[in-house]
């Protein structure tokens, strides 16, 4: 069981993406595609959910080609892969509750009390418990975040893909985000793929880091590996140099 990308090419008009990206992901495991903004991290995780269809490559998901899917096969594959959007995303009109309720509304043999219950569960796992009643605009930025979160997990998808997770976040609120995301890793078994360009975050939560350069993955290590990597491209992204991701240094 495994989300599976390779040689992935996507450009819009003259402006190319992605040109031949590759990254595997593993059950059990948190990867943590990393890069600046507009590298094309939010593109590379909607080719997983068949929000975006690619030029040329592979996309698979548990055997599941995504972008050979119909519509009713891909709804099947967003069920079994949640998707937590940068801005969190909720209905402002509707309580929180009502927002985690509604991915499990359109599944077959959920009746209201199965409904209510597993929306408790949810917002327990997010450490929201009480607040089902709230609406959006009553919960912090944090909250909201992880009102998000408990809305993906709501139908039990075995993969989660996180958009920048923490980003806007103070230093406080990210600690307890990233905290969520290993709790979802180890307690609730969930596989997680998220982009960022938080590399604190990145550090604390991923097992693997894929640094997103150029349209490919410059590099792929464990965290303590991109610590201590000589390529130039990857240190200028650690410690933030853009004459040495960009290579533009003369
Ligand atoms: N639907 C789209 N149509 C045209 N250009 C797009 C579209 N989505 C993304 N792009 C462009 O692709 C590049 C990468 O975007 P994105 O993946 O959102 O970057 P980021 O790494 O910040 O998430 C950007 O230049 C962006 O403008
Ligand atoms: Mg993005």
């Known amino acids: 069981m495994s989300i599976r990308l390779d040689d992935v090419h996507k450009a819009f008009g003259k402006k190319k993406v992605l040109k031949g990206f590759s990254v595997e992901v593993t059950e059990g495991e948190t990867v943590a595609i990393v890069g600046p903004s507009g590298i094309g991290k939010s593109v590379t995780l909607k080719h997983v959910n068949g929000l975006l269809t690619p030029?040329?490559?592979?996309?698979?998901?548990?055997?599941?080609?995504?972008?050979?899917?119909?519509?009713?096969?891909?709804?099947?594959?967003?069920?079994?892969?949640?998707?937590?959007?940068?801005?969190a995303a909720l209905f402002d009109s509707m309580t929180i509750g009502e927002n985690v309720a509604m991915a499990l509304r359109r599944l077959?043999?959920?009746?209201?009390?199965?409904?209510?219950?597993?929306?408790?569960?949810?917002?327990?796992?997010?450490?929201?418990?009480?607040?089902s009643d709230s609406y959006p605009s009553q919960l912090s930025g944090g909250q909201k975040k992880r009102a998000g979160l408990a809305r993906a997990?709501?139908?039990s998808p075995r993969y989660i893909l996180y958009d920048e997770p923490t980003t806007g976040l103070d230093p406080v609120t990210t600690s307890?985000?990233?905290?969520?995301?290993?709790?979802?890793?180890?307690?609730?078994?969930?596989?997680?793929?998220?982009?960022?360009?938080?590399?604190?975050?990145?550090?604390?939560?991923?097992?693997?880091?894929?640094?997103?350069?150029?349209?490919?993955?410059?590099?792929?290590?464990?965290p303590e590996e991109v610590q201590s990597?000589?390529?130039?491209?990857?240190?200028?992204?650690?410690t933030g140099d853009p004459a040495l991701f960009y290579g533009n240094a003369s």
């Open 55 to 87: 030029d040329r490559g592979t996309i698979v998901v548990d055997e599941l080609s995504v972008p050979e899917l119909d519509r009713d096969g891909l709804a099947n594959l967003r069920r079994r892969v949640g998707f937590v959007f940068q801005f």
């Open 176 to 222: 307890v985000i990233d905290r969520l995301l290993l709790r979802m890793r180890d307690e609730v078994g969930v596989t997680g793929l998220m982009v960022t360009h938080d590399m604190t975050s990145a550090f604390r939560v991923a097992d693997r880091i894929v640094l997103l350069h150029d349209g490919k993955a410059r590099f792929v290590g464990a």
């Open 108 to 131: 077959e043999g959920w009746d209201e009390e199965r409904i209510g219950l597993r929306v408790s569960e949810c917002l327990e796992l997010v450490d929201l418990q009480g607040m």
């Open 229 to 238: 990597a000589d390529d130039p491209v990857v240190r200028g992204f650690v």
């Open 153 to 155: 997990l709501a139908p």
